[in-house]
């Protein structure tokens, strides 16, 4: 049974930082192509950052120099940093592979910026 469960999410101000969890279980992590993923109030599900060990990270030009996406093969925990927080970063954000699978959908973290 795989499960993806995040963590990390909370309320900051415009410029502050957080750092979400993202720890992995069922799955052959250290070969699968993993993101994160946000969805904003009234917003389509869209996404943040990707990950794979042998092809590294990619991020969408909203993101890109602010969060950095890393993963512990060893501890099966994919990270998300985000920096210079704004407050159309607020979303609930969640990890699954990519491309996603529809099943591996978790609760997700809420991540609330407030200018």
């Known amino acids: 049974q795989v499960t993806l469960v995040e963590s990390g999410g909370g309320r900051v101000q415009a410029g502050g930082s957080l750092r979400l969890s993202c720890a992995v279980s069922?799955?052959?992590?250290?070969?699968?192509?993993m993101g994160w993923f946000r969805q904003a109030p009234g917003k389509e599900r869209e996404f943040v950052a990707s990950?794979?060990?042998?092809?590294?990270?990619f991020y969408a030009d909203s993101v890109k120099g602010r969060f950095t996406v890393s993963r512990d093969n060893a501890k099966n925990t994919m990270y998300l940093l985000m920096n210079s927080l704004k407050p159309e970063d607020t979303a609930v954000y969640y990890c699954?592979?990519?491309?996603?699978?529809?099943?591996?959908w978790g609760q997700g973290t809420q991540v609330t910026v407030s200018s």
């Open positions: 699954n592979k990519v491309p996603a699978v529809p099943d591996y």
């Open positions: 069922g799955l052959s992590f250290i070969s699968d192509y």
């Open positions: 990950i794979h060990w042998t092809s590294g990270a």
